[in-house]
């Protein structure tokens, strides 16, 4: 668009510049160490670089992190899950764009936004944490409606944390259910 202030990086040997219009200004290297750090933070180290990042992710993280939540006070915990929902969706937001990816398999907040849907006010067994991890990954890589459309309709970050969202939900709703109706098969005893 004419006019309108683009910015275009370019190379010049080891040197790095932006070009805006007809000014040269050079890149700092701290916007390059930023954008390391955050794809670092987005990717939990190593575990988002993993082969099946996402479940990987979930299994060794969403345990401990049920057990560390799970007796907290309600709004406490209300709070944490909103807060790491919407810091998710600002992360993925500004790595898809640094990674030049849609739903980058590099950053792994957003299952874990999802696992936290997934165990609100529920008790904690190793078996219930086993399988909320297995039905939450189950739940987000079907894509059941209408996880399916928020991940294509809705833009950036918010499709990206939305889809897990909606697993976090129906795993939520089953495990309530299986608590309910057969305590023993999650190890829960009277």
């Not at 040269?24 to 701290?30: A, D, F, K, Y």
């Not at 399916?148 to 495990?175: F, H, Q, S």
């Given at each position: 668009m004419p006019g309108s202030p683009t910015r275009h990086p370019a190379a010049i040997g080891r040197l790095r510049f932006t070009i805006n219009h007809a000014t040269?200004?050079?890149?700092?290297?701290?916007l390059h160490t930023r954008h390391r750090l955050?794809?670092?933070?987005?990717?939990?180290?190593?575990?988002?670089h993993m082969p099946a990042s996402g479940?990987?992710?979930v299994a060794l993280i969403g345990p401990p992190?049920?057990?560390l939540v799970h007796d907290w006070p309600w709004p406490m915990f209300v709070f944490l899950t909103l807060s790491f929902a919407l810091a998710s969706v600002w992360l993925h937001s500004v790595g898809d764009r640094i990674l030049g990816e849609k739903d980058s398999r590099k950053l792994v907040?957003?299952?874990?936004?999802?696992?936290?849907?997934?165990?609100?006010?529920?008790?904690?067994t190793p078996h219930l944490a086993i399988l909320a991890v297995l039905i939450e990954r189950a739940l987000d890589i079907t894509k059941i409606p209408p996880a399916?459309?928020?991940?294509?309709?809705?833009?950036?970050?918010?499709?990206?944390?939305?889809?897990?969202?909606?697993?976090?939900?129906?795993?939520?709703?089953?495990?309530h259910a299986i608590v309910?109706?057969?305590p023993g098969w999650v190890g829960i005893t009277s």
């Open positions: 040269i200004v050079p890149m700092t290297e701290t955050l794809i670092m933070v987005g990717s939990l180290g190593p575990l988002g479940t990987v992710t992190l049920f057990w907040w957003d299952e874990l936004a999802g696992f936290l849907f997934a165990v609100p006010f529920l008790p904690f399916n459309w928020i991940e294509k309709r809705w833009p950036g970050g918010w499709g990206v944390v939305g889809d897990d969202v909606v697993a976090g939900l129906y795993t939520c709703a089953i495990l309910r109706l057969a």
